[in-house]
């Protein structure tokens, strides 16, 4: 009888265990790893063709942002894709709402609407971003990178950059 309580009590403290982790994940943080080249040379993805090798780095994204949409200029974010919901992407966030900014390769200034961003990726020649198909909503952001906590050798904190002369609010 002993080995049944044991296995028993077991089994409920892993799943209560698994539960809470899970809902600690969605809730307030996650895992994802980058694929493609847009974001190089601030993360690096292998060159196999099966998403998460060992070569991809692997984010760590903070979710409390979502909550009153508290974003800063230079900050990496992962958002669903305006044409596609069941694509993730990891860009640089440019411009928030209100804010002026001028369009890369073009005379065109552009005031960003409210509830939207301008987002684009490091790797210009590589991305595709807001140049693509412009500002895309708030409601489609999922957090905001922290860090790279794969492969070991990059394990780190990921900077805020802005690009300079591009952004005002007039």
Same mark, same amino acid.
């Given at each position: 009888?002993?080995?049944?309580?044991?296995?028993?009590?077991?089994?409920?403290?892993?799943?209560?265990?698994?539960?809470?982790?899970?809902?600690?994940?969605?809730?307030?943080?996650?895992?994802?790893?980058?694929?493609?080249?847009?974001?190089?040379?601030?993360?690096?993805?292998?060159?196999?063709?099966?998403?998460?090798?060992?070569?991809?780095?692997?984010?760590?994204?903070?979710?409390?942002?979502? !909550?009153?949409?508290?974003?800063?200029?230079?900050?990496?974010?992962?958002? !669903?894709?305006?044409?596609?919901?069941?694509?993730?992407?990891?860009?640089?966030?440019?411009?928030?709402?209100?804010?002026?900014?001028?369009?890369?390769?073009?005379?065109?200034?552009?005031?960003?609407?409210?509830?939207?961003?301008?987002?684009?990726?490091?790797?210009?020649?590589?991305?595709?971003?807001?140049?693509?198909?412009?500002?895309?909503?708030?409601?489609?952001?999922?957090?905001?990178?922290?860090?790279?906590?794969?492969?070991?050798?990059?394990?780190?904190?990921?900077? !805020?950059?802005?690009?300079?002369?591009?952004?005002?609010?007039?």
């Amino acid at each position: 009888m002993g080995t049944w309580n044991f296995l028993s009590l077991l089994t409920k403290n892993t799943i209560t265990s698994a539960l809470i982790g899970v809902t600690i994940s969605d809730l307030y943080t996650s895992i994802t790893h980058v694929k493609g080249a847009s974001m190089h040379p601030t993360f690096h993805s292998g060159t196999n063709s099966f998403p998460g090798s060992l070569t991809d780095d692997l984010l760590l994204v903070e979710k409390f942002c979502l !909550r009153d949409y508290k974003f800063s200029h230079g900050d990496v974010i992962i958002f !669903r894709s305006p044409n596609n919901h069941k694509e993730t992407f990891v860009k640089r966030l440019i411009a928030l709402p209100g804010d002026w900014i001028q369009i890369p390769d073009s005379y065109e200034i552009l005031k960003i609407p409210e509830g939207r961003c301008w987002v684009e990726g490091d790797n210009s020649a590589n991305s595709l971003d807001s140049r693509y198909f412009g500002p895309i909503p708030l409601g489609l952001i999922q957090g905001r990178v922290t860090h790279v906590i794969w492969p070991p050798n990059r394990v780190g904190k990921v900077e !805020r950059r802005i690009p300079a002369g591009r952004i005002s609010n007039y």
